[in-house]
């Protein structure tokens, strides 16, 4: 903030309102918890503004013109906003495969409505012969969509917003989703809404990612497991691309630690992310970022 201020602009710490339920779902629970958790003015001296209003409607249409939108919803503050830095936590995902900037832009730059069109491609379903009725997802969905028939839970997609969360909470692996068809088109729309977020500010964006306490589920998940290889250091770029294929290659190269759920590929070399979700390819992000011009795969890693 000192170094923003002293170049002669004026930054503030912005997010926008979750597509699920939870205590960042409106601006004033997300401002609560994000001032509870030490983003603060008088810890990081520069206010906190949520980008897409006080319930995610404050919303801005950017033209990207590309093979899923052509249109991209993304919070009016962050589109009014003149430049960004934009600061992620490298981990897991279950259907991202790995989350960096790409999907911090995608998803942190998104109202509500936005993240919902992202989320489009991966409506769930139940697996009744696993099925064992306990109601978890009924009681998790925040719109209703899930209830329970007889001896198992269905999902109505008409309701649903695919936000995920009951896939989190089934205790029973019974809530499922097309990962061959559906996860690549996924990857796709994040890539564009990530594109979109940044269309106007071309140079004008600086991009920071964490390595460090790389966790296999999103940050977004009420518990964390342990991390899945030793903390590697802070990347930083100008190119979201080339900074998560740099985050990703980093990642791979280490052994990965005994004790945490990562169920294979645990020697150096071997793919990470697979180790923990082997149904997603998150390099799709990368290659498609680079054939719609996010940025490039290829980088340079100078350490400092």
């Known amino acids: 903030m000192d170094k923003i201020k ?13 597509l699920y339920s939870g205590s960042r779902h409106n601006a004033v629970d ?16 520069a ?79 139940v697996v009744e012969a696993k099925c064992i009725a306990c109601g978890k997802c009924v ?37 499922d989703i097309d990962w061959e068809n559906n996860i690549p088109e996924f990857l796709e729309c994040l890539t564009e809404y990530a594109y979109g977020a940044v269309k106007d500010k071309q140079g004008r964006v600086g991009y920071i990612n964490f390595l460090l306490k790389i966790t296999p589920d999103c940050d977004c998940v009420p518990w964390s497991d342990a991390p899945i290889v030793p903390d590697i250091g802070i990347l930083a770029s ?25 169920q294979c590929n645990h020697e150096a070399g071997a793919d990470k992310f697979r180790g923990v979700w082997e149904k997603v390819d998150g390099t799709h992000q990368l290659e498609y970022g680079e054939k719609i011009g996010l940025g490039s795969r290829d980088y340079e890693l100078v350490e400092i």
């Open 47 to 125: 206010p906190l503004i949520i980008s897409d209003g006080l319930k995610s409607q404050d919303i801005a249409e950017v033209k990207i013109r590309q093979k899923h939108f052509k249109s991209v919803k993304i919070g009016s503050d962050i589109v009014a906003a003149d430049s960004m830095v934009v600061m992620s936590h490298f981990k897991g995902h279950i259907v991202a495969g790995f989350g960096g900037a790409i999907k911090n832009l995608a998803m942190g730059c998104a109202p509500a409505a936005g993240k919902k069109d992202q989320h489009y491609p991966t409506s769930p379903h």
């Open 30 to 45: 997300h401002l609560t918890t994000a001032i509870e958790h030490g983003f603060d003015y008088s810890v990081v001296r």
């Open 6 to 18: 002293a170049a002669g602009a004026k930054p503030f710490v912005t997010d926008t309102n979750t």
């Open 139 to 175: 009681e998790i969905c925040p719109v209703g969509a899930a209830s329970i028939e007889g001896d198992s839970s269905k999902i109505d997609p008409a309701i649903c917003i695919s936000c995920g969360q009951c896939m989190e909470v089934c205790p029973e692996d019974a809530i």
């Open 238 to 262: 100008m190119d979201p691309v080339a900074l998560d294929q740099a985050s990703y290659d980093l990642v791979n190269k280490q052994k990965g630690l005994i004790g945490s759920s990562l």
